[in-house]
């Protein structure tokens, strides 16, 4: 941090708040709020006479409220800038006349009630998101009394607690009597792999913590009892499993089962009970002190970062990135990347490798000063744009600026779009061209697939990432699924207009399947929600027309779903088998009928 503080070519921006971000990939607009610090950061030596003279006493955030700290304080030893902040709610002295003791006591005389919040717009050509984890709070568990019990303590607050720098510099000591305890139990996955307290998924970093905790109490006071209570022991990592045979040398004893509740009992002390899955009998443990492992929750600003990025996020609320194997540090949006705990759990170590991933992917990115842009992006036809706004709503990049009431045309940013094709299928005037996609190049592939015997195909639109590749793999795996099946590639599945579905039925399609990824894993963010809506829309039309809704089909697959691919295939084949050369013929009257009925509306 000290580091980042001193590079001539970082801008470190801190009590900072992101309010807004605009723009695109290596033109991005970052609106920022910078909150008065009431001291000037530069004159400021960091001599402390303020903090000894501050007569308001609070918890100090940064040691869990183990200590205290004044509301003129620097929040953590190594904080960069190097120099006191002054919380103004606590303090008294906004209004000279009651304190102002700290301004007083200032020989530099830094401090300066007058300061207000700025506000600041910073240019930037991409965007690393570190926005780290919030803790699991524990209140919710307390069946283990952290609300309760003194005794009680997260495994962060146990970390300040034996920390040199912490409230009892480094004495392993019970909150409740400041003596050493002779025993002390950890309860794992608190707040983790949880359907009903916490996340459901693993919080990675809990079982080597523990572990580390372990050893940093038997290396100091090997005489202390320590039991951890688990589920598994997942120590995966380079050296973990050794660290767990270490620990269990030292004699830490891991006994497979989670309490079910802790009770106090005398002098203190806790009393839990659990079923021990080894031997499946019920133990009660006495002990001195209880930690509980917390795991990791995604942080609470998260959300908001989302709308101001249009970032896609996992169900347990961590940010989603664009593909998991090839591109684990992008963003589905171009010059976003992650790092560490913003986009899943995870280690120092993993940390770091994932933000020296993202530094490097950003750098590439910008180093050029000019970006290559994909050639798949789409353009309006000013002639037809009635600037009715639909495209710009439905584009998850935001690429599509329209002004409703000066009724200019769409005009798209070709750096932003990232080729979804959800405009062009939704323009209700197709005033929209997806370049490599286009209309007529789509609806000639329909044409030619339909030449021959039309009542023996299937036609199937597969999007480019889940489930044309998902077909790919049925193939490459030697899986057999009916020769009719014929495959029209989209980049997405939110590219497939209504129209090309009326065409393939117009021309002879017993059946037709729609395909894509499953949602949360569409790669133009949530492009496919308007797939959904779109075919649950044309269903509802083919009802009214009297053709068969059944007959179109909506399917998510994604790329290692082969199986799944060539099964629904054979489900498709047997919807097809349903279909009479009657009920062909009847459809493609209707539809016929229909267009007919719209050039008459158009020309009238
Ligand atoms: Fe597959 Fe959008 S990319 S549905």
Redesign the pocket.
Same mark, same amino acid.
């Given at each position: 941090m000290t580091d980042v503080g001193r590079h001539p070519r970082i801008k470190l921006h801190t009590l900072t708040e992101v309010v807004d971000v605009k723009g695109y990939v290596g033109n991005f607009q970052v609106k920022l709020l910078k909150k008065a610090r009431y001291v000037d950061e530069k004159e400021c030596t960091f001599c402390g006479d303020c903090v000894e003279v501050c007569p308001v006493v609070r918890p100090d955030e940064f040691n869990l409220g183990l200590s205290s700290r004044r509301a003129i304080y620097s929040p953590f030893p190594q904080a960069v800038p190097a120099s006191y902040v002054v919380n103004i709610n606590e303090c008294l002295g906004h209004n000279p006349s009651v304190c102002a003791k700290c301004v007083e006591a200032c020989e530099k005389k830094c401090i300066n009630f007058h300061m207000s919040d700025e506000e600041i717009v910073e240019k930037v050509g991409s965007i690393i998101v570190a926005t780290g984890f919030a803790p699991y709070d524990p209140k919710e568990v307390d069946e283990y009394g952290y609300t309760r019990f003194e005794n009680v303590l997260t495994s962060l607050e146990f970390e300040r607690l034996v920390n040199a720098g912490g409230p009892s510099q480094g004495k392993l000591i019970r909150p409740t009597d400041m003596k050493p305890p002779k025993s002390i139990g950890f309860i794992q996955c608190v707040g983790s792999r949880s359907a009903i307290k916490g996340g459901e998924y693993c919080s990675n970093t809990c079982c080597m913590n523990t572990i580390k905790s372990t050893l940093v109490i038997k290396e100091h006071s090997p005489d202390i009892e320590v039991k951890v209570f688990h589920i598994d022991i997942r120590a995966f990592g380079k050296g973990f499993e050794e660290l767990y045979k270490r620990s269990r040398r030292l004699g830490v004893k891991y006994i497979r089962g989670l309490p079910g509740t802790a009770e106090e009992i005398e002098n203190k002390s806790l009393r839990i009970a659990i079923e021990n899955t080894v031997t499946g009998k019920i133990e009660f443990h006495e002990l001195d002190m209880l930690v509980l492992a917390i795991g990791i929750r995604p942080e609470k600003g998260n959300r908001k970062l989302q709308e101001m990025l249009g970032l896609q996020m996992t169900p347990d609320g961590f940010f989603l990135e664009a593909h998991p194997k090839l591109q684990p540090v992008d963003a589905a949006t171009r010059g976003i990347f992650f790092a560490g705990c913003a986009e899943s759990p995870k280690d120092i170590r993993d940390s770091v490798t994932q933000a020296s991933a993202a530094a490097a992917r950003a750098i590439r990115l910008m180093h050029k000063g000019e970006i290559v842009t994909e050639p798949i992006t789409s353009e309006i036809i000013i002639e037809k744009c009635t600037s009715c706004g639909k495209c710009a709503e439905v584009c998850p990049y935001n690429a599509i600026t329209v002004d409703k009431n000066k009724k200019t045309p769409a005009s798209v940013n070709s750096a932003a779009c990232a080729g979804?094709g959800t405009c062009a299928a939704e323009c209700p005037f197709d005033a929209i061209t997806m370049n490599h996609f286009t209309d007529d190049q789509i609806i000639n592939q329909i044409d030619a697939m339909f030449e021959n015997k039309p009542d023996t195909k299937i036609l199937v639109f597969a =999007?480019? &990432? =889940? $489930?044309y590749a998902g077909a790919d793999y049925a193939g490459v795996s030697r899986l057999q699924y009916p020769s009719n099946v014929r495959l029209i590639r989209t980049? =997405?599945?939110?590219?497939v207009d209504e129209k090309f579905i009326w065409e393939g039925f117009e021309r002879g399609a017993p059946v037709i399947l729609v $395909?894509? =990824?499953?949602f949360g894993?569409?790669?133009?963010i949530d492009?496919?929600h308007w797939?959904e809506k779109r075919i649950h829309k044309v269903r509802n039309k083919m009802e009214k027309l009297g053709i068969r809704p059944e007959r179109l089909q909506l399917k &998510?697959i994604s790329a290692a779903e082969g199986i799944i691919f060539a099964k629904f295939m054979g489900t498709m084949e047997a919807l097809r088998q349903q279909v009479s050369q009657e009920e062909i013929n009847e459809t493609i009257e209707i539809l016929k009928n229909r267009k007919r009925k719209m050039i008459d509306k158009n020309t009238a």
């Open positions: 979804c =999007c480019n &990432w =889940c $489930s980049m =997405c599945s939110g590219r $395909s894509g =990824c499953h894993d569409c790669h133009y492009a496919n797939t &998510w």
